[in-house]
Structures are given as C-alpha cells and as structure tokens.
C-alpha cells in the first residue's frame, strides 16, 4: 500500500558528511509531517528531526546545528543532512511520515526499514 524506501547511509569518518533520503511511494494522498529516528545499539529508538507541512522543523538537542531536514513534497521524499558527524551518531536512522492514502480518510504512520550509518576513525 504505502511503502517508505531509505538511502544514503554508510561508513564516515569524525567530521564527515551523510545525506540519508527517504521516498514514499503507493497510494499516497496526502503526506503530513515527515521525520527521522535512529537506534544505536543497546539503546532505544529515539527521535531525531521533523519536518511539517508547512516545512516548519525541529531538532533533537544532539543534531542542532549539525543535521537539516529537508522535504521536497513533488517526489514525497524527505532528507536528511548530516554534518559534523561524531562516533555517538552512529545508528540505524528510520524515517517516518503521517501519510493519507486514497482509501483512509484519517492520517497513519508509516515507517522505513531503517539505513546503518557507522561514524568511525
């Protein structure tokens, strides 16, 4: 029905850069907010950045002034730009988007498989 797909993670180095992308794709309506979580090993999933549909964002404490989330509504897809990557941001990173299909009249939450991103010397 609707399916989240990720990309752009992988192995940096302390200091470097990673865009993770998100695309939506099926029977999509209407998308709501967008957003980004990550799960480090042994640790809960947390939140990361959100984007409205107004393009309003917000961050988590630890990625102010590092990530950016970005949307670009034409393709359904959500960003993620990472700078300054430290050995801590390393996580499996999950989007999530409020998405109306064409057959639901309420908004539901859709989440993507997750992409590894590995901050090391």
């Known amino acids: 029905q609707v399916q989240l797909d990720e990309s752009g993670g992988g192995l940096v180095q302390p200091g470097g850069s990673l865009r993770l992308s998100c695309a939506a794709s099926?029977?999509?309506?209407?998308?709501?907010?967008m957003g980004w979580y990550r799960q480090a090993p042994g640790k809960e999933r947390e939140w990361v950045a959100t984007?409205?549909?107004?393009?309003?964002?917000n961050y988590a404490d630890s990625g102010k002034g590092r990530f950016t989330i970005s949307r670009d509504n034409a393709k359904n897809t959500v960003y993620l730009q990472m700078n300054s990557l430290k050995p801590e941001d390393t996580a499996v990173y999950y989007c999530?988007?409020?998405?109306?299909?064409?057959?639901?009249?309420?908004?539901?939450?859709?989440w993507g498989q997750g992409t590894q991103v590995t901050v090391s010397p």
């Open positions: 984007i409205t549909s107004g393009d309003s964002t």
């Open positions: 999530n988007a409020a998405i109306r299909t064409t057959t639901r009249s309420y908004y539901y939450d859709y």
């Open positions: 099926g029977s999509i309506d209407s998308i709501n907010h």
